[in-house]
């Protein structure tokens, strides 16, 4: 079901992996933490912990103008974690990624950007209807002030981008297609290399929201051929606060500053600016390097982890959840993708999401519930929300079992009558 490869390897350490997590170790309302809201945000081991630490107790400085030690060491490390990020996404030049506070403020860069610049009256911007409101709501705002549409991409009853409508919509009208690596929602795996050719093929550009996705999988931005790809840090156990915009370098050069003061400028004065070049044009303003310096060090940590254990490891977990769930009375499981990666996103008939996640809370189990900023697609469904279980390589099966045990005493609770 989930499209993670099999490790040939040692069999994945889980418990191993567990004890790099500080915050797993705990109890919550008297129970063991079960930790299942990975696709919110990922916990973080102790080297991110640590990386963090150390820059404000050790080196604290701000980055690029200081012309002393710390200073030195900040920008240092700082670039470092530059080079590391486009090294975990084979960008071919260090220069094409950007630094943001996420994925939300990736995608509004390029809305304010390339698109404010180059949509106009009669142009469309396609986006699936199972997208995260970040690759939504960006594009309306611009399509407001230039004239341009934002179109829907049709989405079949199982969770999977209708590819037949989005060919269908494809003409010379369409200058952009906005989609997610993996749904934040249901965990559908959407097959970005079909679409990205589909999009070229009618020359739009491609851009992926991978904010889910590179938790999950190996990301090659050259393999994949797209023109932007967005990324977050704290969906890939670093910080909050810092994320990527990697971007075609050819149209990175040709978009104009979207905020400005320091940093994004070469000269100033009251007769005119200039700007930097890449990647500092984009970045106006004391950058987050704490945030930078920690996703370098989850990077580092992803780098050292067997990926394919660990991918191997989270298949088996969500065979596991859809296994059980799918033979648990009155639970019904909306997605049905072929290509899942990471989540279970469920209801329990008879009872609200939110009373579900509210008792599952009382013990010790942690899940999302209500739209998960995907309104569009609950309306589809004709529901207010699921109850969202989403999983990382930390989890365990015994973590799996827990939820439907739980789940159980919540159908009790809520639901008595029912046998």
């Not at 070229?200 to 889910?212: E, F, R, T």
């Not at 370098?249 to 905020?259: G, I, K, N, V, Y």
């Not at 648990?328 to 209801?347: D, N």
């Not at 998960?372 to 609950?378: R, V």
């Amino acid at each position: 079901m989930n499209s993670g490869p099999a490790s040939a390897t040692t069999p994945f350490d889980v418990e191993a992996v567990r004890a790099e997590f500080p915050i797993l170790d705990q109890q919550v309302n008297g129970h063991p933490l079960v930790y299942l809201d990975n696709a919110a945000t990922s916990q973080k081991p102790k080297a991110v912990i640590d990386a963090i630490c150390d820059y404000y107790t050790g080196y604290n400085s701000n980055v690029h103008r200081g012309a002393h030690f710390l200073a030195d060491k900040a920008t240092r490390r700082f670039e470092q974690a530059r080079h590391k990020a486009a090294a975990f996404i084979n960008s071919p030049r260090v220069e094409q990624v950007i630094w943001t506070r996420g994925t939300t403020e990736a995608i509004n860069l390029v809305a304010n950007s390339w698109a404010a610049s180059n949509l106009g009256p009669g142009d469309r911007v396609l986006v699936p209807a199972l997208e995260h409101h970040s690759n939504i709501v960006p594009w309306q705002m611009v399509a407001q002030r230039t004239g341009a549409r934002v179109h829907p991409i049709a989405v079949t009853g199982d969770g999977e981008i209708d590819l037949a409508a989005l060919e269908a919509g494809l003409d010379e009208r369409v200058k952009l297609i906005a989609v997610g690596h993996i749904s934040n929602a249901l965990g559908t795996v959407n097959p970005v290399q079909t679409i990205i050719a589909l999009g070229h093929n009618v020359g739009a550009k491609v851009l992926i929201d991978g904010a889910q996705a590179v938790a999950h999988t190996p990301v090659d931005v050259q393999a994949l051929d797209c023109d932007f790809y967005a990324f977050s840090g704290h969906k890939m156990f670093g910080p909050t606060g810092i994320g990527v915009l990697w971007g075609r370098e050819s149209l990175l050069s040709a978009m104009p500053p979207w905020q400005g003061g320091g940093e994004m400028i070469e000269t100033v004065s009251f007769d005119g600016t200039t700007y930097q070049g890449l990647p500092y044009r984009f970045e106006a303003g004391t950058p987050d390097i704490a945030g930078a310096i920690g996703l370098g060090a989850a990077i580092d940590y992803l780098n050292a982890l067997d990926r394919a254990g660990a991918a191997a490891h989270e298949t088996a977990l969500l065979d596991r959840a859809i296994e059980q769930a799918e033979s648990f009375p009155g639970v019904q499981r909306i997605g049905q993708a072929h290509q899942v990666a990471g989540v279970l996103s469920f209801l329990l008939e008879g009872a609200h999401p939110a009373d579900v996640g509210m008792l599952l809370d009382q013990q010790g189990i942690a899940v999302r519930t209500g739209h998960h900023c995907a309104q569009p697609l609950m309306t589809q469904y004709h529901i207010p929300g699921t109850v969202r279980a989403s999983f990382a390589f930390y989890n365990t099966t015994d973590e799996v079992d827990r939820l439907f045990e739980a789940l159980t005493k919540v159908k009790h609770m809520l639901l008595p009558e029912v046998k």
